[in-house]
């Protein structure tokens, strides 16, 4: 591995980097892997890296051109992943339809804030790049694996010679399955997206679910063991302990039945209880974080202002210059004010409210940002990008925004005008939706430069690549929610009366959000759950720090088992069974086979869930063109059913036959062709 490197090191100046081919295909890239996440974190509150998927298409794309190489490649799957990376802005931005204030998607400002925010992410993660990634151990999982993916598919005798071969005829497979698998039920609507078990409890009832979305077993396969069993834990303390315990000691409602009554105790008390327990392990992640943050800002700051700081670096050490950050934080923070006072102006106060409005909303999202961005960079080098707690930081960020805004829509006297609660509440959200942005772009964006750092990459080259991906992918984000919004809606937010309110895409992170900010501002928001979910927080860091004293391997991340509470149990049960199927293939390999061809098993795996993500998430957006268009054209909500809602019974039990068969294909292909 070592005499390879040298070997990338000894070409490097001969390899052109950043071309106009390679940015065309990024940007390409850019709207199918933007689009994807888009559908796949409103449908279920996840989205995924697509730094491997877009190293794998760019490669075999690439392949095709002449004198195509691995440093290009490599600039193809920056901008790629980073734009993929910025659709985690719907964790909050739908919210804004949810309270009733936007009635479909602003496109200029969902533009410039996903833009703007996405390039402050880029900015501020460039002082942590020296600590962080080149003079530290940090793993960053998702950026070694797409810098071996590179190196693999650099040469064409190499990619040949693998074990793993090239990996197109891995993600083309997943694709192709989970296409099919998606298309047949939510197109066709001849397979069930779950079964659901309802068991009573006493008086009370729970629940014993299992979806069958392949997306999400890709998704438990990528986020690994540990995860995936911590939220198996939240699993078990919300629908085998919370939802029994307040369905028993509750008083079920006059005409409501116990299944709904159940869903609404989860709803209303077991998801903030969840909540709660997030924030305190964000706080505490960012605790941890605090000294090595520090140090990284020192060390990078002190290298970008020495006296001629660029002369006689080799390539591989040359950041953007300070006068280049200098110019597009400027340029940056510029937009935010404007579309930031563009958004407040409406309501007609006067030009000093609106001002102060600007200033605190827009000063609050850097000032926080910046903080969150450093935590956010050190949290993708210790577990990877998919399994980052974007979550919590979006909790803490809206909870900060919300308390900023209600004290100063307090003094301005908000609250006494006609809708300044909901006004109030909107300029909470549109705030955490900037701070969101520059939190999952930091979370990407030092995955990225690690991918360079072994590949032999120049740095400032690929944080142009960053820039780029985010204003592509900025412009996709508004078309393709106002697209999923007309053909789906959202909880309480339908663009039609007679939409049926349970096709609705959860956006999970958006309502939850939204709730919390509704919350505070109507001094209606059920605290005593939320500091339940704090103390239930504290008792779980407190359990994770013990095993991971007291064991070698065993720890639970708190984080993981409050997304096991406040995340739908659907939603969940494929992950915990990608999560347990990888582990247990993973140990079969290594234990028959030997610990080199486990890593080959590993690696088609990896591939084939990515293609699996990707291909449920495509379908799941050109369906949504589909409805739209039956609709607007007054035709059916469901315009490619074969069957009708009599068939639903039998299509649970087709469905979990696939699911299974799924799980055999996937095993399939990550023990190849290795026998027993």
Not at 168 to 186: D, H, P, Q, R, S
Not at 288 to 316: C, I, N, T, W, Y
């Amino acid at each position: 591995m070592k005499q390879e490197e040298n070997e990338f090191m000894r070409h490097e100046l001969r390899l052109p980097e950043l071309t106009v081919r390679g940015m065309l295909l990024g940007a390409l890239l850019t709207v199918i892997f933007t689009a994807s996440n888009v559908y796949l974190g409103l449908k279920v509150g996840l989205t995924f890296s697509s730094a491997i998927p877009a190293a794998v298409i760019s490669m075999a794309v690439l392949k095709m051109a002449k004198n195509s190489n691995i440093l290009e490649n490599n600039m193809v799957q920056t901008q790629a992943s980073a734009a993929g990376t910025l659709s985690a802005i719907i964790f909050i931005i739908p919210g804004m339809l949810m309270i009733g204030y936007w009635q479909g998607f602003e496109f200029w400002q969902t533009l410039l804030v996903s833009a703007c925010g996405g390039c402050l992410g880029v900015l501020f993660t460039i002082p942590l790049r020296r600590a962080m990634v080149v003079h530290s151990d940090l793993a960053y999982p998702e950026g070694v694996a797409a810098a071996e993916i590179l190196k693999v598919g650099s040469h064409e005798k190499s990619a040949k010679e693998s074990k793993g071969g090239s990996g197109i005829k891995e993600i083309g497979a997943g694709g192709v399955l989970a296409g099919v698998i998606a298309f047949c039920t939510n197109a066709l609507q001849v397979l069930g997206s779950e079964l659901s078990l309802w068991i009573p409890v006493g008086r009370g009832m729970t629940q014993l679910p299992l979806g069958y979305s392949t997306a999400l077993v890709g998704a438990g396969y990528l986020i690994g063991i540990a995860a995936g069993l911590s939220m198996l834990v939240g699993i078990l303390i919300a629908w085998a302990g919370f939802v029994p315990y307040y369905t028993i000691t509750g008083a079920l409602p006059d005409g409501m039945t116990m299944q709904k009554f159940a869903g609404t105790v989860y709803q209303e008390r077991v998801r903030l209880i969840g909540a709660g327990a997030m924030g305190v392990a964000a706080v505490w992640t960012l605790i941890m974080l605090a000294k090595p943050v520090v140090d990284g800002v020192k060390e990078s700051l002190a290298a970008m202002h020495a006296p001629d700081s660029d002369k006689g670096k080799h390539r591989m050490d040359i950041d953007m210059s300070v006068q280049s950050i200098a110019m597009v934080f400027s340029v940056t923070v510029m937009g935010l004010l404007g579309i930031f006072y563009a958004f407040v102006s409406p309501e007609g106060l006067p030009v000093s409210e609106n001002l102060t409005f600007t200033l605190v909303g827009v000063g609050v999202a850097i000032l926080m940002g910046f903080f969150v961005a450093a935590a956010c960079a050190y949290m993708a080098g210790l577990v990877g990008t998919s399994s980052s707690p974007i979550s919590g930081i979006g909790i803490l960020a809206i909870i900060v925004a919300s308390l900023v805004m209600y004290a100063l829509c307090s003094s301005f006297g908000i609250f006494s005008m006609p809708g300044g609660e909901k006004f109030a509440t909107a300029t909470a959200i549109f705030t955490t939706s900037i701070i969101m942005a520059i939190a999952c772009i930091s979370n990407d964006n030092m995955q990225d430069l690690k991918t360079g750092y072994l590949v032999g990459a120049t740095p400032w080259r690929q944080q142009v690549a960053l820039l780029l991906g985010c204003v592509v992918g900025a412009l996709v984000i508004a078309p393709v929610l106002n697209l999923l919004y007309e053909a789906y809606g959202f909880p309480g937010a339908l663009p039609r009366p007679d939409m049926d309110p349970s096709q609705a895409l959860a956006a999970p992170q958006a309502a939850l959000m939204t709730t919390i900010a509704q919350g505070i501002f109507s001094s209606t928001l059920a605290w005593e759950y939320i500091y339940m979910g704090l103390g239930l927080g504290v008792i779980l860091v407190v359990v994770d720090q013990l095993l991971k004293r007291t064991t070698r391997n065993l720890c639970l991340p708190p984080l993981a088992v409050g997304m096991g509470i406040y995340l739908p149990p659907s939603v969940q049960t494929p992950l915990v069974v990608g999560a347990i199927l990888g582990y247990f293939l993973r140990k079969h390999m290594k234990e028959k086979h030997g610990e080199e061809e486990a890593k080959a098993g590993f690696r088609r795996g990896t591939l084939f869930a990515s293609g699996l993500i990707v291909g449920e998430s495509i379908v799941g957006v050109v369906l949504a063109g589909v409805i739209v268009a039956s609709v607007t054209n007054g035709g059916s909500e469901a315009p490619l059913a074969i069957v009708g809602k009599d068939f639903a019974g039998t299509a649970e039990y087709l469905g979990l036959a696939v699911f299974a068969a799924s799980l055999a294909i996937f095993s399939k292909i990550v023990l190849g062709s290795k026998k027993g």
